[in-house]
């Protein structure tokens, strides 16, 4: 038999989550609240075990690579996740908050640079940095280069099984 929740009030806990009560807000709260420790990857697996929307959007168009741990932070994929998240809200996705404004600025900083630039974002696992801008060339639709056969970075997993998130 598994172990007993730690949520007290379920209806109250889903609530929380479909306002976009953060993490971080509810973990406090619950503390304060009830005297329950909890952490903001149990809020993350409370909400996939309910099966509620998430708060991430997954483009493999833009992030098409598994990435390595020590690049999930490099500054190009900050913004290729911030570019993906403002598409699916432009999209339509109701489920994701807009950028805060601060951002937004940097994105569109970002991508006003690779325009003047005439670059797209490539990835290499190999490297200590990862990611580079390299020149646009004909077979660049979009802000990324494809992966191309003998390219160091290996394809992304489907959604079911990456744990990459945006």
Do not use: C
């Amino acid at each position: 038999m598994g172990r007993a929740s730690k949520v007290q009030n379920h209806d109250e806990a889903k609530r929380w989550l479909k306002e976009g009560k953060s993490y971080a807000w509810m973990v406090a709260t619950y503390k304060e609240k009830y005297g329950i420790d909890t952490t903001p990857t149990y809020w993350a697996v409370y909400r996939n075990r309910n099966d509620l929307p998430l708060r991430i959007t997954r483009d493999n168009d833009l992030i098409p690579w598994q990435v390595e741990e020590k690049h999930r932070w490099a500054y190009d994929l900050v913004m290729l996740r911030f570019e993906a998240r403002r598409r699916a809200v432009a999209n339509g996705d109701s489920n994701l908050k807009n950028l805060a404004e601060a951002d937004a600025n940097r994105l569109e900083s970002w991508k006003k640079s690779l325009e003047e630039e005439s670059a797209v974002v490539y990835y290499d696992p190999t490297t200590e940095d990862g990611f580079f801008l390299v020149p646009r060339e004909d077979g660049d639709a979009d802000i990324v280069r494809k992966i191309r056969r003998g390219d160091p970075a290996k394809p992304r997993r489907s959604d079911s099984a990456s744990s990459t998130d945006i």
